[in-house]
């Protein structure tokens, strides 16, 4: 989730960034929390798994290491938009860190295979077929569907209160009229 | 590895419980902020609101 939702991040901020455009910036900045939310989440979760399954709450492997760089990002965007009172160059420099920190996305992607890494490689596969028992398959798949429901409902009405607060009373009654 | 994460309650260990009893507990704060942020908003809006305001007036 918390991969996935930085490239939507990314994407939006570099749109606002290369076109100008208003809502993309607010919609980078509204997938933020979440993103950082859930990145925070897999680490404490993942580090709650691996201290009986590999007998050490962390380990700085590949993918623990460059997911916990994933939530620096997330946290240095949230950051750095925070601390630029311009709503307009806040999207600015955050699209800066949002475009440049997407590489680190294949990186954490691809870690299992690059690396000979204790991180167990990919368990969810389309094209030969998932390595998960069946029993824990179903309810991985359903929480999947669970977190995107949740986070396109959380991102949206995050944007709506973004739309509000940036632009100027009159216009947003207007536009409800 | 026979560590107390590995002891099972209601046939899943207890990392498990934590796991989901965190998610929840994270999601719920996401929510309640979000939550708290519209309702300010609204507050501020009505606060704000022109007198003469056909709406306010009545």
Known sequence: MGMLLYVLLAFYAAVGWIFNARVSGMMASSLSITGAMFTSLSLITGSLWGRPTWGTWWVWDARTTSTLLLLFLYIGFISLQSAIDDPRRADRAGAVVAVVGVVNVPIIYFSVQWWNTLHQGATLRIANGSRIAAPMLAPLLVMIAAGWLYSIAVVLVRLRCLIREREPIGAVAEGAQ | ?58
């Open chain 2, 1 to 58: 590895m026979n560590s107390g994460a590995f002891t099972f309650i209601g046939g899943y260990p207890v990392y498990v419980w934590i796991s989901y009893a965190l998610t929840i507990l994270a999601v719920s704060v996401e929510v309640w902020l979000l939550v708290r942020r519209q309702s300010r908003r609204r507050e501020h809006l009505l606060s704000t609101r022109p007198v003469n305001d056909a709406r306010g007036a009545r």
